[in-house]
């Protein structure tokens, strides 16, 4: 079986996934990234190597994240797009014709609008982190609640109390006033996924126009309460596709797809990529007053890669 693979890497998770020909996915693994996006990667595509043995040859290999550079290099990545073009493409492929896409992930969140199959605005929130998966995580373990269980805990909520979700500080403040008071713990999740709508609405959505269909991805759409607060404030139900949460990594094996299909030949390095060394090491050029950090990539002691340069001058590559 033909097959292609999608890995992206964010500050939270790191998502990698096998598709076949037709886009569905034989194979996936979210992970947390725990700070060692290189180890997590090679520990990713390990297993999924391990599931799949010899039933399946890759074809393509792409890459989207945060460390969507970094990961091409390890795992000989045959095309490189941004979070953005990723989620699009894969959530076009699940909904047809879908208008806008809600992406709350573990640190950051954006929202997409496509018109037509083209993506024609997006925004992005990197800024305050109230309505992150990070946020909700820290929430969930304050309140000694498993995070997987946090949705629910929402949905049994009779009478939503109002929290102050402009900021993550003022949120988690304003929960605990509202424990202090003695309100029941349900309906303050409620109350919480709420506000975490409003201020993703107020801040991500503001002036975009929202046209059904629209689907919820990224890991905090498997909290059902956040689904309900987005349907309540919408007036419409969203939806939220069975891989929300490796979205972006199926959207990066469909574009390597794509890009193969025209070439006819990948990069890709092999599953069994635990045994190589990689490592980064970086110094500051004085060739010039803006004092780049050029970043400097290692695969077992071999210089491969160099960029941070605004000039050129050190830029290098050798695959």
């Known amino acids: ?38 180890e997590t990667v090679q520990k990713g595509l390990y297993s999924v190597g391990e599931e799949v043995g010899d039933k399946v040859q890759i074809a393509g290999v792409g890459t989207t994240g945060s460390a969507r550079y970094l990961v091409s ?17 894969a959530a076009s492929n699940v909904v ?34 109230a ?5 909700l995580d820290q929430q969930a373990n304050r309140l000694c609640i498993p995070i997987e269980e946090f ?6 909520a009779k009478n939503p109390v109002r929290i102050a979700g402009r900021c993550a500080v003022f949120a988690e403040s304003d929960m605990i006033h509202k424990q202090q008071l003695g309100y029941n713990i349900e309906d303050i999740i ?11 609405m107020n801040n991500v959505g503001k002036g975009k126009e929202i046209l059904p269909p629209v689907v919820f991805q990224g890991g905090v759409a498997a909290n059902k309460g956040l689904v309900a607060a987005f349907n309540k404030y919408l007036g419409l139900e969203v939806i939220v596709p069975k891989e929300h949460g490796v979205m972006g990594a199926i959207g990066a094996a469909l574009l390597a797809r794509e890009a193969t299909k025209k070439t ?17 090491d970086s110094f500051e050029c004085n060739g ?26 050190w830029e290098m590559s050798t695959r």
Not at 73 to 89: L, Q, S
Not at 131 to 135: E, L, N, R
Not at 193 to 199: F, G, M, P, Q
Not at 308 to 313: E, H, I, N, Q
């Open 1 to 38: 079986m033909i097959g292609y693979l999608g890995v992206d890497v964010g500050s939270v998770s790191t998502n990698v996934v096998i598709i076949d020909e037709k886009g569905e996915v034989i194979a996936s693994r979210y992970l947390r990234t725990n700070g060692k996006p290189i």
């Open 73 to 89: 290099m390890i795992v000989g990545a045959d095309i490189v797009k941004n979070e953005i073009t990723a989620h699009a493409v």
């Open 96 to 129: 047809k014709g879908v208008q806008t896409i809600i992406e709350i992930g573990g640190q950051d969140s954006k929202i997409i609008i496509l018109r037509n199959g083209v993506v024609t605005d997006f925004a992005m929130n990197t800024v305050c982190a």
């Open 131 to 135: 309505g992150t998966g990070s946020f």
């Open 151 to 156: 949705g629910d805990y929402a949905l049994k």
């Open 190 to 200: 409620a109350g919480l996924c709420e506000a975490l709508v409003r201020n993703y």
């Open 264 to 280: 006819g030949q990948t990069n890709f390095k092999g599953f069994n990529i635990k045994d190589i060394s990689f490592k980064t």
């Open 288 to 313: 010039c007053s803006n004092a780049c950090e050029v970043v400097q990539f290692y695969e077992n002691d071999e210089l491969i890669a160099r960029w941070g340069d605004r000039c050129g001058k």
